[in-house]
Every structure is written in C-alpha cells, then in structure tokens.
C-alpha cells in the first residue's frame, strides 16, 4: 500500500490550504482514512478521520469547525480542506489508512502511512 500526501505549503495566518492523499495498494473504499499531524518536539496528534464511504466524520477538537475531511472513492483520494489556518497549525501532516472500517483517532488503528506533508503557517 502507497500513500502520496501533497498540498502542504507556507500560508498565513488566516489563510487555507487543501492537502491531497492518493492511496493504491487495497481496496480504498474498504477503509477508513485519517490525517494525523505532527509538530517539531510533539507527539502526533489526531486530526480527521472519514469512513469508508464517507458517511462518518471525525475531528480533533483543534480543528473542528475549520477543517474539513472528504473523499473520492472512485479516484482513491482523501482530501483535507484546512481554512482560517493558525500558527498553531504547522506541522508536518501525514496522511493515514485505517486497519479496517472502525476506530480512527488513535494512531495504533492505522497500519499504513504517507510520507507527510510540511505545513507552516506563519503570523
């Protein structure tokens, strides 16, 4: 299983980005998705999840109201719209595929990740 995270960048503070993941390998509409992210001297934090088909979203409490998950099963992508972006926000985001259709906020429920995407938001 491959994941590509793209889209990452430098923005403002206030401003949006809208990051990507391809994904190839399994069946992608089998699996729930995720983005998690991590910043320099932190331990990886839980940003979004989508089910399989899309039914269910979930945030962290950071980012909900400002982020938004989606996916396109019939192009094996998973996307993240981020908008009114913070400071707060940067970090390298890595894009996640489930174990299976349930259980998303914790990393140990992910079995492959992307290679991640820098995020920097400046002030």
């Known amino acids: 299983v491959q994941l590509q995270a793209c889209g990452g960048g430098l923005v403002q503070a206030g401003g949006s980005l809208r990051l990507s993941c391809a994904a190839s390998?399994?069946?992608?509409?089998?699996?729930?998705m995720g983005w998690f992210r991590q910043a320099p001297g932190k331990e990886r934090e839980f940003v979004a999840a989508?089910?399989?088909?899309?039914?269910?979203?979930y945030y962290g409490d950071s980012v909900k109201g400002r982020f938004t998950i989606s996916r396109d099963n019939a192009k094996n992508t998973v996307h993240l719209q981020m908008n009114n972006l913070k400071p707060g926000d940067t970090a390298v985001y890595y894009c996640a595929s489930a174990r299976g259709s349930s259980g998303y906020e914790l990393a140990n429920e992910y079995d492959y990740w992307g290679q991640g995407t820098q995020v920097t938001v400046s002030s």
């Open positions: 390998g399994r069946t992608f509409s089998s699996y729930g």
């Open positions: 989508i089910s399989p088909w899309g039914g269910s979203k």
